[in-house]
């Protein structure tokens, strides 16, 4: 099964890999697959192509690393180690730098292969990043919330968050429910205050 695609900038490649933890690269003007990169230990479910098109970046579904690749030379150039799961990754518009989600974003070099930055903020999985038109960084947490950063200067611009469909119930004290059952509408918005939390 195909878990993702992504065109080249020049669109005359397209990537896709899947659940047999390949990249492959097809030719788009004669359909043929013209590569194959191999080496993830899980299927791969994320790619993103470098703005020149002459890079591609993939990451395994839970899998704690992203490997870069060089389209032309058919061969890894580089392999980002996390140390936690990542859910997301996205080229700078310069290509100087990728960005990566796990639990917080973080700036890799492309040169030397080392994080230089971390963006902290976020509580849970980041599931998507993207930049806009200006440079500025987009990042998309599991709990539906929208982050807009400034990648000098690490500071987020604004937080924009959806309400969920139980966004501040207060469900502190309500019986009959199960422990799935309640954290479900925790993660749904509701809210429940411990004893720590002082008088209610």
Known sequence: MVH????????DILASCSTDQTVRLWDTHTGDCINIFEGHDAQVRYLAFSPDGKLLASNGIGGKEIKIWDIHNSRCINTLRHKTSVWSIAFSLDGKFITSGTEKIQLWDLVTGKCFKILPGHERS???LDFDFRGRLISCEEDGSIKIWNTNSGNCLTTIRVNRPYEGLNITGVTGLTKMQRNTLKKLGAIEKSDRDGPK
């Open 4 to 11: 993702k695609i992504a065109f080249s900038p020049t669109d």
């Open 126 to 128: 980041v599931r998507a």
